[in-house]
């Protein structure tokens, strides 16, 4: 687990962007299992692609005309035990960090792992949303 003085920013960093942060297993389950709408899932992470990648993709993105009616978003290395819940909702895709997935109406129907993110810039993260937001929301 990372100290939570470490970590706070970048939870932050999603938070003023309107990502709801889940930190226990039932809020997980909760919004995932939700058969209506849309929802937009960042699994953050310390490291530099979730810095330089993953969260500046995933606030560009959500500035588009169409995006997912909910925004959540679980901290791997911090909040364990709702990360692995939210894992179980991506499965067959192994687990990753950081990751973004999308949901409609209670079904897996977008993904990022971390090799789509990794070296890839935020413009292009974004783009990527953007057409899954069109697609899906």
Known sequence: MYPAEL????????????????????????????????????????????????????????????????????????????????REYMLPYPPSSPSIALFKDGRLVHFLERHHIEGRSKEIIAENLKMAFDRYC
């Not at 490291?47 to 995933?58: H, L, V």
């Open 7 to 86: 970590t706070a920013p970048m939870a932050k960093d999603l938070n003023e962007y309107g990502f709801e942060s889940l930190t226990t297993p039932d809020q997980v389950s909760e919004v995932l299992e939700q058969q209506e709408g849309t929802v937009l899932v960042v699994v953050n992470s310390v490291c530099g692609c979730a810095a330089a990648n993953a969260r500046p993709g995933a606030k560009l993105a959500v500035q588009h005309d169409k995006k997912p009616g909910r925004l959540v978003t679980v901290f791997a290395g911090v909040d364990q035990a709702a990360t692995a819940r939210a």
